[in-house]
């Protein structure tokens, strides 16, 4: 099983920037998806924000696209989520998530790996003041 620990998140003004970490353990071999949803609040639906499979494919939400970058590194298992020109609508908790080994990965489009993310972390919060 796959262990997620976040870190990087904090307050920032609009139009600033933030890089968050995500530190993966346990089995992470094979063809599997990583990525960002984040939840404004509680009793908010969680968002798909951007995600990557293991050949380095990435998809993004609408949303963020042209702001926030994915990326990761094999040799250290981390992932992370760079995130310029915050707005507001931004503030959310941040939660890493990963998958399982996904049958026929390669033959799928990047946006299906948000359906695969299924293992969490805590989740690390980030709050854009105007």
């Known amino acids: 099983q796959v262990q997620l620990l976040e870190s990087g998140g904090g307050s920032v003004q609009t139009g600033g920037s933030l890089r968050l970490s995500c530190a993966a353990s346990?089995?992470?071999?094979?063809?599997?998806?990583m990525g960002w949803f984040r939840q404004p609040s509680p009793g908010k639906t969680r968002e798909g924000v951007a995600?990557?499979?293991?050949?380095?494919?990435?998809s993004y939400a609408d949303s963020v696209k042209g702001r926030f970058t994915i990326s990761q590194d094999s040799a250290s298992n981390t992932l992370y989520l760079e995130m310029y020109s915050l707005k507001p609508e931004d503030s959310a908790m941040y939660y890493c998530a990963a998958s399982r080994v996904v049958p026929g990965l390669k033959t799928r489009a990047p946006f299906e790996c948000f359906k695969f993310l299924q293992i969490w972390g805590q989740g690390t919060l980030v709050n854009v003041s105007s």
């Open positions: 346990g089995n992470t071999d094979g063809d599997r998806c």
């Open positions: 995600a990557i499979d293991s050949a380095g494919r990435t």
